[in-house]
Nanobody, 120 residues
């Protein structure tokens, strides 16, 4: 069974930083992609970033490009989301999900989410 566990959320100030982790287990193949999504209250889930585990190709939403950096550790099946200069509008529950390739709809494998709150 595929399991995804997010961690690293918390409180951040504008201009600060936060690093989220998504630990995946239950499989060993590198040919997959991990996406970060976020959802604020009353809003739909929004794609934030994605990384292909096999070739490292990355994808970013325009709203976070230049501020967030996604990276991977294939040996640990872990994906990180470095959030620099977070904004108040970045406040949301952040989820990771497993898919086939970046840009394609993800499957049914989601983590439980980790809360990120950006406040002065």
């Amino acid at each position: 069974q595929v399991h995804l566990v997010e961690s690293g959320g918390g409180l951040a100030q504008p201009g600060g930083s936060l690093r989220l982790s998504c630990a995946a287990s239950g499989f060993s193949l590198d040919s997959y992609a991990i996406s970060w999504f976020r959802q604020a209250p009353g809003k739909a889930r929004e794609g934030v970033s994605c990384i292909s585990m096999n070739d490292g190709t990355t994808l970013y939403a325009d709203s976070v490009k230049g501020r967030f950096t996604i990276s991977r550790d294939n040996a640990k099946h872990t994906v990180y989301l470095q959030m620099n200069s977070p904004k108040i509008e970045d406040t949301a529950v952040y989820y990771c999900a497993k898919g086939s390739v970046c840009g394609a709809p993800v499957g049914n494998h989601w983590g439980q989410g980790t809360q990120v709150t950006v406040s002065a």
